[in-house]
């Protein structure tokens, strides 16, 4: 026990598709629907403002339907029950994992539910949609845009996480491709550190031969099964 005290869990969008949110990369995912340039980049939001935030309304809309699914629960179970360390970094925008409750959670690609004002910098919670231009509560000018992180942004709270990287003794990869930098090289960090790497995905990712161990399967399954036995319940 005593060497496995610190956990980092990274999840990505698989931990949500049970959930009934569409991944980004897989058949039918939302980058087979849109142009990444178009709505993923800021380049894509200085030409076409509208577009984007009609990409982005029409998901804040989707995510206030859904719910946490067994593989959110089940984490959520050993953020309550892990008297070690834990990060939960999730590259989702989504609030699945807080709606399960979880609280050492880290959204490293920002969060739908939050509108980011490039002219005062502060951050609001928000619900509705953007694309009427609102005005922003601290400052009223019209300038609200999705608080999430685009290619080419850096992704927040990086210290932070690679704190919690230099003090893990287990690093956990749920549901994601392995296909976007930084989240994608934390595995390989977690090797050079020394610690045990476990991936739990469908299939295989791009970076599944980093990981001492992986695991095939959907994460509504594998990720109850992996907390029991961690907490020595299952
Ligand atoms: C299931 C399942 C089930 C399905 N159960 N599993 C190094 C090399 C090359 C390029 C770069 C590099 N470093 C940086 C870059 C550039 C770039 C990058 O990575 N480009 C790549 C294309 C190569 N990165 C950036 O620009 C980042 N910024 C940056 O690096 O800043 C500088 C910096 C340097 C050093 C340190 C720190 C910073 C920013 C990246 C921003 C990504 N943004 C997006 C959009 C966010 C908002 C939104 O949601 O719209 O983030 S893109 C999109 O991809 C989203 C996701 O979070 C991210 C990852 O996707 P994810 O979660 O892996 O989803 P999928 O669909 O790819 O995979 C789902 C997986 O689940 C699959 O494997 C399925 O099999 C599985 N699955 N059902 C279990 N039921």
Known sequence: ????????????????AESGIDTFRDAGGLWDKHRVEDVATPQGYERDP???????DARREAVQK????PAHEALARL???WEGGLLI???????????????RVVHMHGELLSA?????????????P?????????CEARSLRPDVVWFGEMPYQMDRIYAALRSAHLFVSIGTSGAVY???????????LGMKTLELNLERSEGSHWFHESREGPAGKLVPEWVDELLGTG
Request: contains cysteine; charged residues 25%; negative net charge.
């Open 1 to 16: 026990m005593a060497e496995l005290r610190n956990i980092v869990v990274l999840t990505g969008a698989g931990i949500s």
């Open 50 to 56: 509208a577009l984007v935030q009609r990409f982005y």
């Open 66 to 69: 859904v719910a946490p699914n």
């Open 79 to 81: 953020d309550r029950e």
């Open 89 to 103: 970094v999730t590259q989702n925008v989504d609030d699945l994992h807080e709606r399960a409750g979880a609280s």
């Open 116 to 128: 980011l004002c490039p002219i005062c910098e502060r951050r609001h919670r928000w619900t509705g």
């Open 130 to 138: 953007l694309i009427d231009r609102p005005e922003c509560p601290s």
């Open 182 to 192: 930084p989240a994608a090289g934390f595995v390989s960090d977690a090797r050079e």
